[in-house]
T-cell receptor, first 111, second 113 residues
Framework: AQRVTQPEKLLSVFKGAPVELKCNYS??????LFWYVQYSRQRLQLLLRHISRESIKGFTADLNKGETSFHLKKPFAQEEDSAMYYC?????????????FGTGTRLTIIP | ETGVTQSPTHLIKTRGQQVTLRCSSQSGHNTVSWYQQALGQGPQFIFQYYREEENGRGNFPPRFSGLQFPNYSSELNVNALELDDSALYLCASRPRQGATGYTFGSGTRLTVV
């Protein structure tokens, strides 16, 4: 069975400081990893996908299969980054397609 | 282009009752998934529908059932409601089988008393 672990429920970082949100996963197959973000009073939205290898709003995440991790990073935090962040793993295959989410990390940027 | 819309936004039901939640998928999206998000938890997969058939199910009992209609909209039905069913129910859609990148609705907040 697949599992996603986000060890930090809460994370506070000063504005301008680097941010790292941790995500570890367990899955026997070839995973696809995502980061979803939920800003205050907004719906859950996709931040980035590992397969795209892109940077969104200054955030990046690298899939490390050896460490089974997909940590989210940003070099300089901004106040608008305050939100709830969820790491998710997608399993594909007919009859088994779903997203497995971690419990989330609430990131607060201190001005 | 409209996003995923869910109705109602809030609902209060009594234990033992039945409830139906509705979801209109984003235009062009033919795959719909439902998730339950309890307070302080990440969303948990309930089931997914593609071409009006259930295509994957999470660890939820049979009293959680669903439908998908020809226009790709979907319903989630829960029978014999229990207090622990109180949660935010999220609908998500995506364009086609095998493609990823789900678009989520704002959810229905269900409270069972």
């Amino acid at each position: 069975a697949q599992r996603v672990t986000q060890p930090e429920k809460l994370l506070s970082v000063f504005k301008g400081a680097p941010v790292e949100l941790k995500c570890n996963y367990s899955y026997s197959g070839s995973p696809e990893l995502f980061w979803y973000v939920q800003y205050s009073r907004q719906r859950l939205q996709l931040l980035l996908r590992h397969i795209s290898r892109e940077s969104i709003k200054g955030f990046t995440a690298d899939l490390n299969k050896g460490e089974t991790s997909f940590h989210l990073k940003k070099p300089f935090a901004q106040e608008e980054d305050s939100a709830m962040y969820y790491c998710a793993l997608s399993t594909l295959g007919f009859g088994n397609e779903k997203l497995t989410f971690g419990t989330g990390t609430r990131l607060t940027i201190i001005p | 282009e409209t996003g995923v819309t869910q109705s109602p936004t809030h609902l209060i039901k009594t234990r033992g009752q039945q409830v139906t939640l509705r979801c209109s998928s984003q235009s062009g999206h033919n795959t719909v998934s439902w998730y339950q998000q309890a307070l302080g938890q990440g969303p948990q997969f309930i089931f997914q529908y593609y071409r009006e058939e259930e295509n994957g199910r999470g660890n939820f009992p049979p009293r959680f059932s669903g439908l998908q209609f020809p226009n790709y909209s979907s319903e989630l039905n829960v029978n014999a409601l229990e207090l622990d069913d109180s949660a935010l129910y999220l609908c998500a859609s995506r364009p086609r089988q095998g493609a990823t990148g789900y678009t989520f609705g704002s959810g229905t907040r269900l409270t069972v008393v």
